[in-house]
């Protein structure tokens, strides 16, 4: 290895893809397992894993949720991943920040302060997949 390509293979823009694309996994890991189990299981069997905010919405809203939490686990990889519009991945990140900050309030008014933390890491995880493949490491277009 020659020290060009040492300096590219330890450029902050490579670590900077990396750990965006650790980041962008885990969130499509959380995302995709919550919205799958919204989207397939009964109100009582989301009830007992601890999903408490399904005694008091609407059925339609728990599916909606499960079928946003998907698209953005569609979002956050596919485009990315193939190149093609590459643009909609920082828009599937905005989307699941978007689900927290409206799950964060939920949380607070039932009194379900021991999901908060999880809520925090995962709005501050979408928030910097946002930026950082916005600004710090954008995947160009095919």
């Known amino acids: 290895m020659n020290a060009d390509s040492a300096a590219i293979s330890n450029s902050p823009s490579r670590a ?3 750990g965006l694309w650790v980041a962008q996994v885990a969130l499509a890991a959380v995302y995709g397992m919550a ?12 009830i007992q894993m601890g999903m408490g905010f399904v005694a008091d919405a ?7 949720i499960g079928f946003a939490e998907v698209m953005g ?3 956050i990889l596919l ?6 519009m ?15 900050l409206l799950a964060i309030p939920v949380h607070i008014t039932r009194g379900e302060y021991m999901v908060l933390p999880v ?12 930026w950082g493949r916005r600004n710090k490491a954008p995947i160009p277009s095919r």
Not at 35 to 46: A, I, R, V
Not at 119 to 130: C, G, P, Q, S
């Open 16 to 18: 900077w893809s990396i």
């Open 35 to 46: 919205g799958f189990n919204k989207l397939t299981m009964s109100p009582d069997q989301l």
């Open 58 to 64: 609407p059925l339609w809203l728990v599916r909606f």
């Open 73 to 75: 686990t569609i979002g």
């Open 79 to 84: 485009p990315a991943a193939t190149r093609i």
């Open 86 to 100: 590459p643009q909609l991945t920082p828009l599937a990140a905005l989307g699941l920040a978007a689900i927290q």
């Open 119 to 130: 809520n925090l890491i995962l709005l501050a995880i979408a928030v910097l997949v946002f």
